[in-house]
């Protein structure tokens, strides 16, 4: 079975992580589907525990990640900000950055695997 690596990069403010692998998969899916319910349902968590990811993202940050529509005639809907897109994208290049500084430390590391 080959190895997987896995960065997992986490920002902590004050008691609160304020995004981490998590709470950007809740963003992509909110991105890709405009709703916090059917984001939480793709991840298999319930909606008040999306909420509350989106409600702590939302303090964290200087202003919100995530906004909702008013509802309407098909419910309204949810959204990333600019803020929210930038805290995304950011966040995957950081990731990308990390893989590629770390990939000869890490081929030296899977080499010494079983």
């Known amino acids: 079975m080959p ?4 960065f997992r ?12 692998p998590g709470k950007i998969d809740l963003l992509e899916q909110i991105r890709d ?3 916090i319910t059917a984001a939480a349902r793709a991840l298999g968590m319930s909606y008040r525990r999306a909420w509350l990811l989106v409600d702590t993202m939302n303090r964290c940050f200087r ?4 906004e909702a529509a008013a509802g309407g005639e098909r419910g ?3 959204h990333l900000t ?8 950011h966040y ?9 500084s770390a990939a000869p430390a890490v ?3 899977t080499r010494l695997l079983r």
């Open 33 to 35: 589907t405009g709703s």
């Open 92 to 100: 995957r290049a950081a990731e990308r950055e990390a893989a590629r």
């Open 76 to 78: 309204g809907g949810t």
């Open 63 to 66: 202003r919100p990640v995530v």
């Open 107 to 109: 081929r030296a590391l």
């Open 9 to 20: 990069l986490r920002i902590v403010k004050g008691e609160d992580i304020a995004v981490g």
């Open 3 to 6: 190895a997987t690596v896995q």
């Open 82 to 89: 600019a803020l929210g897109e930038a805290v995304l994208r």
